[in-house]
């Protein structure tokens, strides 16, 4: 089992930025993959950030050259550093794990998760 703590949510104007923590705790050693999600009002699950145990990324478009998913594996937690926010980011936001092998394409697929956090609402006013 892995325990997945976010922090770091709130509200901010158009153009902030925001840092999401997640304290990963339990038997993190065997996943694969962990990324960020989020959910708006009456839209599906979307992959936002995912990083490989190697430390490689992936992006969605709407994030790139604007988000920043990074890992620290001594603390066992995941950050994803949001930067020139938008109004159309707005959203809860969940950190995820999988223990299952994915490609960089899957990992953007929430159905490949085996872990969820509770969740952290991210609100960008314009």
């Known amino acids: 089992q892995v325990q997945l703590v976010e922090s770091g949510g709130g509200s901010v104007q158009s153009g902030g930025s925001l840092r999401l923590s997640c304290a990963a705790s339990g038997y993190t050693y065997n996943t694969y993959y962990m990324g960020w999600f989020r959910q708006a009002p009456g839209k599906g699950r979307e992959g936002v950030a995912v990083?490989?145990?190697?430390?490689?990324?992936t992006y969605a478009d709407s994030v790139k050259g604007r988000f920043t998913i990074s890992q620290d594996n001594a603390k066992n937690t995941l950050y994803l550093q949001m930067n020139s926010l938008k109004p159309e980011d707005t959203a809860m936001y969940y950190c995820a794990a999988t223990i299952w092998y994915l490609t960089s394409v899957q990992a953007l697929v929430s159905d490949g998760y085996n872990y969820w956090g509770q969740g952290t609402q991210v609100t960008v006013s314009s």
């Open positions: 990083i490989d145990r190697d430390g490689s990324a």
